[in-house]
């Protein structure tokens, strides 16, 4: 035998077919969301919104990438609870460790540092893109999120904080939030200093400061008990899974719950209890004299307590702030889809961080900003009914009579496309009926339908389907007659456009 003879049997096993490999299983990943074309949409409009106000108040873009080093994102990272200290992070091929950003204000103070000469000073800048946070998932609360920030880099006077509290409220108003149904918080990291000062807490432990922080950020989430535990030994939660706490003693504890409890309604209130609870301690006058001024700033201008109040609670878990600290909610009832009762948490947060910068430059420059949650109150938004979904008409479609005409067809869709119109040729190879469902679902206002009669007569048949999804309706023989003439008509080809507009100019909201 040569060695080009096969052996027996081996004509047969070449002819085997492969074994099939198993299917990968379609799934997204927990905390994560796709998004279609008319969320996309809302949230383009919600986002011109939001920068229409921001460039009012005099801030101007800016972006930077989705990627940086770890180390200039810095210690400050939002959850060191869970793996990753609350980052994806990954290592390039020169080894050096990178993280998807976590909020746009890290980028923000490298960018500054890096360009600091040639900034104006103060620089009043916006920002919008996505963030990443591996953090557990929620109701609202999503792993990848958007978030639009606007930050002034150089200004130390209390009146920027004051403004960004201001732009906020303006911000939930513009997007059709009542007075009422939503309220701005300010609390200060330098109050809260001063109540852990006088409860006998060391300044210098920085891991059980920390701890407290993001303890007491958690109160809206775990209600004052859970706050109790995690400022104590620890908290185990739903899933068996223990968190240490701050280890503080049960006079500690109290004196940081009376804090956390000493808002009212009244501002003046509530400086007046903060004042007492401060009292001898340099940290912490300092904090409510500098919450007062923004009290009395906020106040000149007619942010009153019924936009803006203050509440100790409000401290921010992220590590780099370092005084006024501020949030806004949705205060209105919002339910979920089956009805139950949510609680979102902040949509727009933010806070003075005076030392960001300085950890790349050496030098002191005082900065404070707010950021607003897009993916979260845009969530809010749509179950209060103020975000009812996209309103943009779909494409006139030209439907495949005859295929041996393709070239006519696109012509005629290239015509539309040229007036303005918004315009597709199907591109399919199913009949007719599947055509007419197929424009259904793209949310096409009309269909172009020209066969052969049609085209000897030089014609083409506009066929109007959002009148004609209403004819069922109609029970007047008369009514329907005229309607059903109008759901359908023909037109001369060089009326094609015009033909089209009469009927998207029916449909005009």
């Given at each position: 035998?040569?060695?080009?003879?096969?052996?027996?049997g081996?004509?047969?096993?070449?002819?085997?077919?492969?074994?099939?490999?198993?299917?990968?299983?379609?799934?997204?990943?927990?905390?994560l969301?796709?998004?279609?074309?008319?969320?996309?949409?809302?949230?383009?409009?919600?986002?011109?919104?939001?920068?229409?106000?921001?460039?009012?108040?005099?801030?101007?873009?800016?972006?930077?990438?989705?990627?940086?080093?770890?180390d200039?994102?810095?210690?400050?990272?939002?959850?060191?609870?869970?793996?990753?200290?609350?980052?994806?992070?990954?290592?390039?091929?020169?080894?050096?460790?990178?993280?998807?950003?976590?909020?746009?204000?890290?980028?923000?103070?490298?960018?500054?540092?890096?360009?600091?000469?040639?900034?104006?000073?103060?620089?009043?800048?916006?920002?919008?893109?996505?963030?990443?946070?591996?953090?557990?998932?929620?109701?609202?609360?999503?792993?990848?999120?958007?978030?639009?920030?606007?930050?002034?880099?150089?200004?130390?006077?209390?009146?920027?904080?004051?403004?960004?509290?201001?732009?906020?409220?303006?911000?939930?108003?513009?997007?059709?939030?009542?007075?009422?149904?939503?309220?701005?918080?300010?609390?200060?990291?330098?109050?809260l200093?001063?109540?852990?000062?006088?409860?006998?807490?060391?300044?210098?432990?920085?891991?059980?400061?920390?701890?407290?922080?993001?303890?007491?950020?958690?109160?809206?989430?775990?209600?004052?008990?859970?706050?109790?535990?995690?400022?104590?030994?620890?908290?185990?939660?739903?899933?068996?899974?223990?968190?240490?706490?701050?280890d503080?003693?049960?006079?500690?504890?109290?004196?940081?719950?009376?804090?956390?409890?000493?808002?009212?309604?009244?501002?003046?209130?509530t400086?007046?209890?903060?004042?007492?609870?401060?009292?001898?301690?340099?940290?912490?006058?300092?904090?409510?004299?500098?919450?007062?001024?923004?009290?009395?700033?906020?106040?000149?201008?007619?942010?009153?307590?019924?936009?803006?109040?203050?509440?100790?609670?409000?401290?921010?878990?992220?590590?780099?702030?370092?005084?006024?600290?501020?949030?806004?909610?949705?205060?209105?009832?919002i339910?979920?889809?089956?009805?139950?009762?949510?609680?979102?948490?902040?949509?727009?947060?933010?806070?003075?961080y005076?030392?960001?910068?300085?950890?790349?430059?050496?030098?002191?420059?005082?900065?404070?900003?707010?950021?607003?949650?897009?993916?979260?109150?845009?969530?809010?938004?749509?179950?209060?009914?103020?975000?009812?979904?996209?309103?943009?008409?779909?494409?006139?479609?030209?439907?495949?009579?005859?295929?041996?005409?393709?070239?006519?067809?696109?012509?005629?869709?290239?015509?539309?496309?040229?007036?303005?119109?918004?315009a597709?040729?199907?591109?399919?190879?199913?009949?007719?009926?599947?055509?007419?469902?197929?424009?259904?679902?793209?949310?096409?206002?009309?269909?172009?339908?020209?066969?052969?009669?049609?085209?000897?007569?030089?014609?083409?048949?506009?066929?109007?389907?959002?009148?004609?999804?209403?004819?069922?309706?109609i029970?007047?023989?008369?009514?329907?007659?005229?309607?059903?003439?109008?759901?359908?008509?023909?037109?001369?080809?060089?009326?094609?456009?015009?033909?089209?507009?009469?009927?998207?100019?029916?449909?005009?909201?």
């Amino acid at each position: 035998m040569s060695k080009n003879d096969k052996k027996p049997g081996a004509e047969a096993a070449d002819s085997r077919p492969e074994a099939k490999s198993p299917r990968t299983e379609a799934r997204l990943p927990k905390g994560l969301q796709d998004t279609p074309a008319p969320e996309i949409r809302t949230t383009e409009a919600m986002l011109g919104t939001i920068k229409g106000v921001f460039e009012a108040y005099g801030f101007e873009p800016l972006d930077t990438p989705a990627i940086e080093y770890t180390d200039a994102l810095g210690k400050f990272l939002p959850d060191q609870d869970r793996p990753n200290e609350g980052v994806f992070s990954f290592q390039d091929e020169d080894e050096q460790w990178l993280s998807l950003r976590y909020d746009l204000t890290a980028p923000l103070a490298r960018y500054v540092a890096e360009n600091y000469q040639g900034l104006p000073k103060p620089l009043r800048r916006y920002q919008v893109g996505p963030v990443w946070r591996n953090e557990k998932p929620g109701p609202g609360r999503f792993r990848q999120f958007m978030q639009f920030d606007a930050d002034t880099v150089g200004a130390g006077s209390i009146a920027a904080d004051a403004e960004m509290c201001m732009l906020a409220a303006d911000t939930l108003e513009a997007l059709g939030i009542k007075r009422g149904d939503y309220v701005v918080k300010i609390g200060s990291r330098k109050i809260l200093d001063g109540v852990l000062e006088r409860a006998g807490m060391s300044a210098k432990d920085k891991g059980q400061h920390l701890t407290v922080l993001r303890a007491i950020d958690k109160l809206d989430r775990l209600g004052v008990e859970g706050v109790r535990l995690l400022l104590g030994k620890g908290r185990k939660d739903e899933s068996g899974d223990f968190t240490k706490g701050a280890d503080l003693d049960q006079k500690q504890i109290d004196a940081i719950i009376e804090f956390v409890e000493a808002s009212g309604g009244d501002r003046d209130q509530t400086l007046a209890a903060l004042k007492t609870l401060v009292a001898g301690s340099a940290i912490g006058e300092e904090g409510v004299a500098e919450v007062t001024a923004m009290h009395d700033l906020l106040t000149a201008a007619d942010f009153g307590s019924n936009r803006v109040v203050i509440d100790p609670s409000v401290v921010r878990g992220l590590e780099y702030y370092t005084g006024p600290v501020f949030e806004a909610e949705l205060t209105a009832s919002i339910k979920d889809k089956r009805g139950q009762t949510i609680r979102l948490g902040s949509v727009v947060s933010g806070g003075r961080y005076d030392g960001l910068v300085e950890r790349f430059t050496g030098e002191h420059v005082p900065a404070t900003g707010v950021s607003v949650g897009v993916s979260r109150l845009l969530f809010g938004l749509q179950l209060l009914g103020k975000c009812t979904g996209d309103e943009t008409c779909g494409p006139v479609v030209v439907l495949v009579f005859d295929k041996d005409r393709l070239a006519d067809y696109q012509k005629m869709v290239q015509e539309l496309r040229g007036a303005g119109i918004r315009a597709e040729l199907y591109l399919g190879s199913s009949g007719m009926k599947a055509q007419m469902k197929y424009a259904d679902k793209r949310g096409a206002p009309c269909v172009i339908i020209q066969g052969g009669d049609e085209k000897e007569r030089g014609e083409v048949q506009i066929k109007d389907l959002v009148l004609g999804a209403g004819l069922s309706k109609i029970e007047d023989r008369d009514e329907y007659k005229k309607k059903q003439a109008e759901a359908q008509f023909a037109v001369p080809e060089a009326d094609l456009v015009a033909g089209v507009r009469k009927v998207l100019d029916r449909h005009k909201a």
